[in-house]
């Protein structure tokens, strides 16, 4: 029985154990750092030991690999890192010329090697670069129910975007946070911009307004009627040209019927008898 509990206990000091760790473990605070493309990334190495020490930069995510390591042994660095890594005498490691490809995971491992036995200090990073957002245009769509408008921005990531409105009267106000807006009906005259924006960068667009498509549609108006009016002209052209045609085949007829009746002539025989004889021409106009 005594046997029996000593296990339990063992059982349950190492279970106790675990939850300790696996708490302190998940207590580790990441540090976020936003940096723009080209720029330099410092990060601290916060050394409390004496003179032995070891220091470890990791690279966690999205692949495992030491990138440099120095302090008690030989200093080591990556190949891939050896120009744009730098170790600082003020408690700092600096990566030179970050890129978009440097965003992930970073970890720094810190092991004293004194009389006592210490833990690791680990101290995480989550580098995120970014390119800087452009300025964003914006495409007037005109349609014969609603007109729209679209926003695109041709630099930036990680780039979100949202619709700012100004009316005739009245302050502006923040509207939506899609690339393309609908103009619902009454807001024609109201000006519009397209905000764009990332952890590190924002830009504005120029103001807007419908005034394009209301020129279209005064345009497409006097196209209509300058169309419907020729189109009219024509007909009635056609008509009196018809109606020409129609009269000249009947004066034609006429003509030709009393040309006829004119041309009746009487042949006399040489012997005295006299032959009606009827001739008919018909003189072509």
């Known amino acids: ?46 050394v409390h030991c004496g003179s032995q020490y070891e220091v470890a930069f990791l690279l966690t995510s999205p692949i495992n690999a030491k990138l440099a390591s120095w302090g008690f042994g030989t200093p080591h660095k990556h190949a891939l890192y050896e120009k744009r890594l730098q170790i600082h005498q003020n408690a700092s490691l600096a990566l030179q010329k970050v890129q978009i490809y440097d965003t992930g995971l970073y970890e720094i491992h810190i092991d004293c090697y ?18 800087p957002v452009s300025k964003p245009l914006i495409t007037i769509n005109c349609s014969t129910k609603n ?31 899609k690339a393309e807006l609908v103009i619902s009906p009454g807001h024609e005259q109201d000006k519009y911009t397209c905000v764009v924006q990332n952890p590190i960068s924002n830009a504005t667009s120029d103001l807007q307004t419908l005034e394009k498509c209301n020129d279209q549609s005064s345009t497409g108006f006097v196209l209509y009627i300058s169309i419907s009016t020729a189109t009219v002209l024509l007909f009635g052209l056609v008509i009196i040209i018809f109606i020409y045609i129609a009269k000249l085949t009947t004066d034609d007829k006429g003509n030709n019927t009393a040309i006829e009746k004119w041309n009746e002539e009487t042949c006399h025989l040489s012997d005295g008898a006299i032959e009606a004889t009827y001739i008919t021409r018909i003189r072509s106009s």
């Open 114 to 131: 004194d009389t006592a036995v210490m833990e690791t200090t680990k101290t995480k990073f989550d580098l995120q670069v970014f390119e």
């Open 1 to 46: 029985m005594c046997l029996f509990n000593m296990k339990m206990l063992t059982l349950l000091s190492v279970f106790n154990l675990l939850i300790l760790c696996g708490t302190e473990s998940s207590a580790i605070s990441t540090i976020i750092i936003n940096a723009t493309v080209g720029d330099q990334v410092l990060f601290p190495v916060p």
């Open 147 to 177: 007109a729209s408008l679209s926003c695109c921005v041709s630099k930036g990531t990680n780039v979100t975007l949202y619709w700012e409105i100004q009316p005739m009267s009245g302050p502006s106000d923040r509207i939506d946070d």
